[in-house]
């Protein structure tokens, strides 16, 4: 049986302090899984399924107050994959591997039933999850900006996005090594202000749509702490993994998520995940839903992240 732990001597970058949500499982082949749980904790439990590169408390930003989770009954519940913050790097790891070690946290917390909801680079390892995890189980999956099947289309891309997933395919290697001297090493130094600038670097090359958010010093904070703990294991291994498995076959066709309760919502001006993406994973998995908000780009169709909960509560 897994067990929990607390102890945090196995991870790398000790100089940087773990945050006060930190949690961690042992999996049976000794693994550790980070993760961590937000919200209401009462409330009914919704395993987030982080972006790349992102980490298990991406979903605090949801609802920083907790006002939201308060008033639906939200229970978050983040989780590292592995080679992300507090969770053991798996060279072996698939897509189809993950829902696995998700099953496995679900007995330790003694779940009896659950809703999936993954975001944008989490979208394989969600519908994973669809696929197969317990149908009387998992009340229903939701997706919100996913990032579609290499064979979705790629239209309404913009074009850094294009070259970024191009450069990811044709040199990973060389990816990695850039995101190491230039992401990590400012991620793993002491001084966090050094991840701040970086953020607020960033932050000026948005889309335009998403450059508003990004520069307020709220997400600059979030964007800081989310990078540090991403890259808490001193190299991007472990976000080029992530890359290279949503970038090559998922291992299941969309066909195959059967699961009848999936639901997508996305915005009509989104230049990461374009709606195409959203119809084309739509058209293809049994009996899902897609919801357009209009005007809302990758970030601010989080706007809409109450009404996305409440669909799924009905569920």
């Given at each position: 049986?897994?067990?929990?732990a607390t102890g945090l001597?196995?991870?790398?970058?000790?100089?940087?302090?773990?945050?006060?949500?930190?949690?961690?499982?042992?999996?049976?082949?000794?693994?550790?899984?980070?993760?961590?749980?937000?919200?209401?904790?009462?409330?009914?439990?919704?395993?987030?399924?982080?972006?790349?590169?992102?980490?298990?408390?991406?979903?605090?930003?949801?609802?920083?107050?907790?006002?939201?989770?308060?008033?639906?009954?939200?229970?978050?519940?983040?989780?590292?994959?592995?080679?992300?913050?507090?969770?053991?790097?798996?060279?072996?790891?698939?897509?189809?591997?993950?829902?696995?070690?998700?099953?496995?946290?679900?007995?330790?917390?003694?779940?009896?039933?659950?809703?999936?909801?993954?975001?944008s680079g989490g979208t394989?390892?969600?519908?994973?999850?669809?696929?197969?995890?317990?149908?009387?189980?998992?009340?229903?999956?939701?997706?919100?900006?996913?990032?579609?099947?290499?064979?979705?289309?790629?239209?309404?891309?913009?074009?850094?996005?294009?070259?970024?997933?191009?450069?990811?395919?044709?040199?990973?290697?060389?990816?990695?090594?850039?995101?190491?001297?230039?992401?990590?090493?400012?991620?793993?130094?002491?001084?966090?202000?050094?991840?701040?600038?970086?953020?607020?670097?960033?932050?000026?090359?948005?889309?335009?749509?998403?450059?508003?958010?990004?520069?307020?010093?709220?997400?600059?904070?979030?964007?800081?702490?989310?990078?540090?703990?991403?890259y808490r294991q001193g190299?991007?291994?472990?976000?080029?993994?992530?890359?290279?498995?949503?970038?090559?076959?998922?291992?299941?066709?969309?066909?195959?998520?059967?699961?009848?309760?999936?639901?997508?919502?996305?915005?009509?001006?989104?230049?990461?995940?374009?709606?195409?993406?959203?119809?084309?994973?739509?058209?293809?998995?049994?009996?899902?839903?897609?919801?357009?908000?209009?005007?809302?780009?990758?970030?601010?169709?989080?706007?809409?992240?109450?009404?996305?909960?409440?669909?799924?509560?009905?569920?």
């Amino acid at each position: 049986m897994p067990t929990a732990a607390t102890g945090l001597k196995d991870i790398p970058a000790a100089h940087i302090p773990p945050p006060d949500d930190a949690k961690i499982l042992t999996l049976p082949d000794g693994r550790k899984m980070g993760y961590g749980e937000y919200g209401d904790l009462n409330g009914r439990p919704f395993i987030f399924v982080h972006g790349i590169p992102d980490c298990r408390f991406d979903c605090a930003w949801l609802d920083a107050d907790k006002a939201l989770a308060k008033r639906l009954g939200v229970r978050w519940i983040g989780i590292d994959r592995p080679g992300i913050g507090l969770s053991t790097p798996d060279p072996k790891r698939t897509i189809l591997g993950w829902p696995e070690d998700v099953q496995h946290l679900i007995s330790h917390l003694g779940l009896d039933t659950y809703h999936i909801f993954g975001v944008s680079g989490g979208t394989a390892y969600a519908l994973a999850c669809a696929k197969l995890l317990p149908r009387d189980k998992l009340r229903s999956v939701g997706i919100m900006c996913g990032m579609g099947p290499p064979a979705s289309t790629k239209s309404g891309l913009s074009l850094g996005n294009r070259v970024g997933l191009a450069a990811w395919n044709w040199w990973p290697g060389a990816m990695q090594s850039i995101i190491n001297h230039s992401v990590v090493k400012k991620a793993q130094d002491p001084d966090r202000s050094q991840t701040e600038k970086m953020c607020r670097t960033q932050a000026k090359w948005a889309p335009a749509p998403d450059r508003e958010l990004f520069q307020k010093e709220e997400m600059i904070q979030l964007l800081t702490d989310i990078w540090r703990e991403v890259y808490r294991q001193g190299s991007a291994a472990g976000h080029a993994q992530e890359m290279k498995l949503v970038a090559d076959d998922w291992g299941f066709p969309l066909e195959s998520v059967t699961h009848g309760k999936v639901r997508l919502w996305y915005g009509d001006k989104d230049v990461n995940t374009p709606l195409g993406q959203g119809q084309y994973m739509a058209d293809r998995i049994p009996g899902a839903t897609l919801t357009v908000f209009p005007g809302k780009s990758h970030f601010t169709v989080w706007d809409h992240i109450d009404k996305a909960l409440a669909d799924m509560l009905q569920d």
